[in-house]
T-cell receptor
């Protein structure tokens, strides 16, 4: 089944403790991206990647890192999480960025 | 800076009604997406448009590039259509091929 898999689905962590949210797709898509969704603000793009080893900032990249060492994986790294990064996170992929998107199921992160 | 505006924010309809959700944007775009987010949180891509009109089942999406406006129509609405509908645009200005800008969403509730 074609899908984007995010893990974990839920995560509660403490301020400053490094964490990684994984994202993997099995559709051989070149384009992958990360978003956060907050009440009243909607979805905002964090980072995106047009291909392996190519990443670029979205609208809200501060406090996040990404890497794209292989086509299928695009992890989101929070080196020192803070409470303002409490949010619902989505990963998505697309064949080229110019086509339709497939979204992961979301990761609800709480930083206390 | 609200580059993508949706209306209405909330919409309640009776089963069977014809529904229209509007999206206006202020930037030049290469494509516009309509997304559906169910109460469980998952996001599904409904349409990608760069011109004209697309239809899938009871859903119809139209776009007018000159007027910078798109509409999503649902015919013969059903309670299972209850969801948040999100408009997103991909700007066509240089260096932003991978960036998406989202509207804040329209929450639709269809009563039986």
């Amino acid at each position: 089944e074609a899908q984007v898999t995010q893990n974990p689905r839920y995560l509660i962590t403490v301020t400053g403790k490094k964490l990684t949210v994984t994202c993997s797709q099995n559709m051989n898509h070149e384009y992958m991206s990360w978003y956060r969704q907050d009440p009243g603000l909607g979805l905002r793009q964090i980072y995106y990647s047009m291909n392996v080893e190519v990443t670029d900032k979205g609208d809200v990249p501060e406090g996040y890192k990404v890497s794209r060492k292989e086509k299928r994986n695009f992890p989101l790294i929070l080196e020192s999480p803070s409470p303002n990064q409490t949010s619902l996170y989505f990963c998505a992929s697309s064949l080229s960025g110019a086509g339709g998107y497939t979204f992961g199921s979301g990761t609800r992160l709480t930083v206390v | 800076k609200n580059e993508v505006e949706q209306s209405p924010q909330n919409l309640t309809a009776q089963e069977g009604e014809f529904i229209t959700i509007n999206c206006s944007y202020s930037v030049g775009i290469s494509a516009l997406h309509w997304l559906q987010q169910h109460p469980g949180g998952g996001i599904v891509s409904l349409f990608m448009l760069s011109s004209g009109k697309k239809k899938h089942g009871r859903l119809i999406a139209t776009i007018n590039i000159q007027e910078k406006h798109s509409s999503l129509h649902i015919t013969a609405s059903h309670p299972r259509d209850s969801a948040v509908y999100i408009c997103a645009v991909r700007p066509n200005y240089g260096g932003s091929q991978g960036n998406l800008i989202f509207g804040k969403g329209t929450k639709l509730s269809v009563k039986p």
